[in-house]
């Protein structure tokens, strides 16, 4: 297997989509846009890979052409970040809906206004009810990794639903991270070209995208819920596999540091690796304090989580997307949502942080844990605290 | 209202809604969103031309052995593009009752 190299993240994730041996590629070329699907066009050019590349006139047509290419039975893959993210918001669900396997990279990245395409969570989050799989990584390795998985998962015929791969906008995407990329040999071992169930096939006509009324629309909803809850199965075995044949791990909640823990960060993305060395500095100091990162966000895995946090006492969950007017960030609603019914909870701290680009320094994840614990110690009534928010 | 004939449980229910069987739409029988009009065809003036049967969006007209064509109530919505079509106005929109 092929040593660690340097390379930039985006592509990486371009190389993982050629060993994966995609059949299209459909892309909205010009901002928010990445050098994931520039590489690829030109390994395309090239002909170092050999598949359609569809470049298009808006991420609404991105989405809908790897719809169209999906339902015709080919392995088809998109990227976008940002506003092209929310452009493709109405396809999002006709992916799902259709139960068409496909893979997009999200490279997150704050929606406007004000015009800002820096770093947060804001893109994927306000997508989080389309049915979609959704993956965040943490570094460039696990964002090649999750890219093949992708594959694999969604195309399982116990599946069949689209698969967002997350990875942060700039501090991901854009910086060069020691990266193996595996051969090709070893990925075909791993994932199998693709054997579509249901497709449009002339000698075996169907029709997709037919209306369904009111008589049969919650049975067809009833069952992409199902086939989404049931792809944690499929996932931890596409991971085991992986382990397997890679040897890298991956599980749906990753815990750092937490035995012995008292307080708990609960983050998500690449902001992980930095809450992990500020974690590893509160240790030193003796501080009681572990983390948990969320691989998979949707489905999202509460055996998992729970485990994850049993022996918390305060959990302090970082949230990059905001959502105003309401009870807290999205995974500070879930975290709290999920622990509603359990009588021993851990008490929730929820902090805001990181729009729009905000650096999020390890001084940062320490304050966000004292403040936790303060809170908790008066079981202070919170909704949410916004980080860093100048007053004056 | 029409049902279409065969309502699946979840399990069973066709992936991703799709449709295998061809023209099943003619199972659902939406005759009865019909507005309170309906065709009715003057022998006397028809010619057989079928425009009623090309023009009609519902595919409602069904071509008889003796040239004429009939008019289905589970299909026809009222709509009235046979009688504004057909050349020898032959067709003419009546009340129904309800």
Avoid at chain 1, 281 to 306: A, D, N, S, Y
């Amino acid at each position: 297997m092929a040593g660690r190299k340097g390379m930039e993240v985006s592509i990486a994730v371009s190389e993982a989509v050629k060993l994966a041996n995609v059949d299209v590629i459909s892309a909205y070329p010009i901002t928010p846009q990445t050098h994931i699907v520039e590489h690829l066009s030109e390994l395309v050019a090239d002909g170092e890979l050999t598949a359609a590349f569809i470049p298009v006139e808006s991420e609404h047509s991105a989405l809908s052409a790897a719809v169209g290419a999906a339902a015709v039975g080919a392995r088809a893959y998109t990227a976008t970040a940002s506003q092209g993210l929310a452009l493709m918001h109405e396809i999002m669900f006709i992916a799902s809906g259709l139960r068409l396997p496909m893979v997009m990279t999200v490279v997150n990245r704050a929606l406007s206004t004000p015009i800002n395409i820096w770093n947060d969570l804001s893109d994927i989050m306000a997508e989080r009810d389309t049915g979609w799989i959704q993956l965040f990584a943490i570094n460039g390795q696990e964002a090649v990794d999750l890219t093949l998985q992708a594959f694999k998962l969604a195309e399982d015929p116990r599946v069949l639903l689209p698969v967002a791969v997350n990875l942060d906008g700039f501090v991901l995407s854009h910086v060069i991270e020691p990266v193996e990329i595996p051969d090709q040999e070893t990925v075909d071992r791993f994932l199998p070209p693709y054997k579509p169930g249901i497709r449009l096939d002339p000698e075996n006509p169907v029709s997709m995208g037919a209306f369904g009324s009111p008589d049969v629309f919650t049975e067809i909803k009833k069952q992409i819920d199902e086939a989404l809850i049931g792809s944690q199965k499929v996932a931890s075995e596409v991971w085991k596999d992986f382990g397997t044949i890679f040897g890298r791990t991956y599980k749906p909640i990753e815990s750092y540091k937490t035995k012995g823990a008292e307080t708990l960060l609960v983050t998500m993305g690449s902001i992980s690796e930095t809450a992990m060395s500020a974690v590893d500095l509160m240790r030193e100091k003796g501080q009681r304090v572990g983390l948990i990162h969320i691989r998979l966000w949707r489905p999202f895995p509460f055996k998992e989580f729970f485990q994850a946090i049993r022996e918390a006492k305060v959990l302090a969950v970082v949230d990059r997307a905001l959502v105003p007017g309401g009870a807290g960030g999205p995974v500070g609603l879930e975290v709290k949502a999920a622990l509603f019914d359990k009588q021993d909870r851990p008490y929730v701290a929820e902090f805001i942080a990181g729009l729009g680009g905000r650096d999020l320094t390890v001084e940062i994840f320490s304050e966000m844990v004292a403040k936790a614990s303060r809170y908790a110690k008066t079981q202070k009534e919170l909704r949410y605290e916004m980080i860093g928010v100048r007053e004056k | 209202m029409a049902k279409v004939d065969a309502l699946h449980p979840w399990k069973e229910a066709p992936l991703g809604c799709v449709i295998s069987e061809a023209g099943n739409a003619r199972k659902f029988k939406t005759g009865d969103w019909r507005s309170k009009i309906r065709p009715l065809t003057d022998q006397e003036k028809c010619i057989k031309c079928g425009m009623c049967w090309i023009f009609c969006p519902e595919m409602a007209y069904t071509l008889r052995t003796d040239g004429f064509y009939d008019w289905s109530s589970e299909y026809c919505k009222g709509c009235g593009i046979c009688a504004r079509e057909c050349p020898k106005e032959a067709i003419q929109m009546i009340a129904e009752e309800e």
